[in-house]
């Protein structure tokens, strides 16, 4: 099964950044080992920073936490995936 992910930084309000950025991340394969990444940052790694966390936002959590799993997921993703970023501007 396929699968596409689309998550969006920023915003258009007059108050808000001046920049849009919309990712997405589509899947040639398994979801279920991409979910295990997550999981086991909660149960090992991470677990003291990320046991009270629902959501990653990037914005929110420490960097090492960031690159960690930026390394997991391009290991993960290395051959069966597309990444499409598009930053719109006003």
Known sequence: MDYLFIDES???NLN????????????K????????IIKKMRQNKFSKQLNNINELKG???PQEITIHSIKMLNKKIKYN???IVSILTY
């Open 10 to 12: 920023g915003d258009i």
């Open 59 to 61: 914005s929110e959590i």
């Open 16 to 27: 808000g950044s001046k920049y849009l950025i919309i990712a997405g991340l589509f899947i």
């Open 29 to 36: 394969k398994e979801y279920k080992s991409l979910d295990n």
């Open 81 to 83: 995936s597309n990444i």
